[in-house]
């Protein structure tokens, strides 16, 4: 696997420590709008989420939304948008990353009652793909294209 490693790094990507938690989930340190957070990553999110309690924290301009969130065994749920935000993960970094927001409650007392610390969101495939991402799943690795 050290091939793998060595070839991407060659191919200007950057490698991302992953944290394998209590409920299999992948979890990710990311900044936003540079304060820092945890993260889940979630290759079947379409989007990339934060909590509503996170808005002050990562400094999010937010307007209403008309989408309704799903996931997570929740639906139906109120969501609100926010544009312009810059992201970074590890020395990856875009500054032009939409957010929705959505109360995460019901996933980080799931998280808690597995022993697992609340997140502060979602990292999910908009992301991922913005950053041509690949997952080392064996060595707990994410790789994003510089």
Known sequence: MA???QFLLDKGYTKVKLH???TNHFEIKATINGHKGLFILDTGASSSCVGFEAIETFNL????S????AGAGATDM???MSKKNKVKIGKWKNDKVVLVL??????????????SKPVDGII???ILKKGKAIIDYEKKFLYLKL
């Open 20 to 22: 394998l938690t209590q």
């Open 78 to 80: 109120d969501t609100k």
């Open 124 to 126: 999910g495939a908009d």
């Open 66 to 69: 008309e989408i309704k969130a």
């Open 61 to 64: 301009k937010v307007k209403d």
């Open 3 to 5: 091939k793998l490693q």
């Open 102 to 115: 959505f109360n995460l409650s019901h996933v980080n007392t799931a998280l808690i009652n597995h022993n």
